[in-house]
C-alpha cells in the first residue's frame, strides 16, 4: 500500500490513496478538516464497524443501524499519542441479540480490525455496546 500527503497552504494537506482517493486534514487551528489524530481514531471506528456490521448480517439480524461512538484521552506532552480509547456500538433494530452483538464487537476487537489492534499495541482500548429497538417496519 503506497498513499501521497501534499501541503496545500497553512496547516491544510490533500492525502492521496493508491487507488486514488483524496482526503483533507487539517493540522492546525482553523479545522478546515479532520486532524491527523481524529483520522486515526474515526479510522479505528470504521475498521470495526466494518467488522460488527458484517458479523451481524452473517447471523442473520434484523438491524437499520450501527453506529459507533468513539471517546479518546490523549498524553498531556508531545508527542500527544492516544493513551486510551473506547469505541461504543449502538444498534439499531429489531429483536438483535444482546449476545451476537457482543460477539461480533469481540471478533473485531480481538481478531479482524487491523487499525484497533495496532493501535492496541501501546493504547488501553475498551469496547461497549447497546442495542436499541426500532419501530416495527
Not at 479532520?34 to 475498521?47: D, N, R
Not at 439480524?61 to 473506547?86: C, G, H, I, W, Y
Not at 461480533?104 to 447497546?130: F, G, N, P, R, W
Request: aromatic share 6%; proline share 2%; glycine share 4%.
Amino acid at each position: 500500500m503506497q498513499a501521497n500527503v501534499k501541503w496545500v497552504d497553512g496547516d491544510t494537506f490533500i492525502g492521496r490513496s493508491e487507488s486514488g482517493h483524496n482526503i483533507v486534514f487539517d493540522a492546525g487551528s482553523n479545522s478546515a478538516a479532520p486532524s491527523p489524530m481524529e483520522m486515526v481514531l474515526m479510522s479505528a471506528g470504521c475498521c470495526s464497524s466494518v467488522d460488527v456490521v458484517s458479523i451481524l448480517k452473517k447471523s442473520k439480524q434484523d438491524f437499520d443501524n450501527v453506529e459507533v461512538k468513539l471517546t479518546s484521552e490523549r498524553a498531556q506532552t508531545a508527542p500527544r499519542v492516544f493513551t486510551k480509547m473506547n469505541l461504543h456500538f449502538v444498534v439499531t433494530g429489531r429483536n438483535v441479540s444482546q449476545k451476537h452483538l457482543a460477539r461480533a464487537v469481540q471478533l473485531s476487537a480481538e481478531k479482524y480490525c487491523s487499525v484497533a489492534l495496532m493501535l492496541d499495541k501501546t493504547v488501553e482500548i475498551t469496547h461497549s455496546h447497546e442495542v436499541i429497538e426500532s419501530e416495527v417496519k
